[in-house]
């Protein structure tokens, strides 16, 4: 969830996907975020069918403070199985109000890139960084922490 990311955000996920092999592209989807001003649960609801419509058939890997924290060689290994079992693998960003509880339960998976709370905007150049760190590793890439 989220549109109109400032410029560096743009350039550092454009950067990622740049480096990552033809087979293995990034289709980032942008949702607009619901207007606020109701209550966040209905903001979530709305959220969350607008979520699962974009994710389609995806494997849903939920972006949530809550989730399991992988080190990047897990990560690596992780998206390795989902991509030898030929899963699409959608990574699912919340607004600011965060991922309903539907979008968490029917994830997949939830994942945690930190316990602190962080924008938007560098959680997507985290993810980016990450998938391009666990492709690069997948491949024999040298891995400064082994």
């Known amino acids: 969830m989220g549109q109109r ?4 955000v743009d350039a550092a996920c454009d950067d990622y996907a740049r480096r990552l092999p033809r087979d293995f592209a990034i289709d980032l989807r942008e949702l607009k ?3 606020r001003g109701r209550p966040p649960a ?8 607008r979520i699962a419509a974009a994710c389609g058939d995806a494997l849903v890997v939920a972006l949530d403070e809550r989730g399991a924290a992988w080190s990047s060689a897990e990560f690596s290994q992780r998206l390795g199985q989902w991509r ?4 699409a693998i959608a990574f ?7 991922l309903s509880e539907r979008v968490r339960a029917g994830a997949s998976m939830l994942l945690s890139l930190s316990s602190l709370t ?14 391009y760190r666990a492709v690069s590793l997948a491949s024999g890439h040298p891995y400064h922490r082994e």
């Open 5 to 8: 990311m400032p410029a560096w």
């Open 33 to 35: 975020p619901a207007p």
């Open 42 to 49: 209905e903001i979530l609801a709305q959220e969350a069918t």
């Open 84 to 87: 030898d079992a030929g899963a």
């Open 92 to 98: 699912v960003i919340g607004s600011a109000d965060g």
């Open 118 to 131: 962080l924008p938007h905007g560098l959680v997507r150049v985290l993810v980016a960084e990450q998938l």
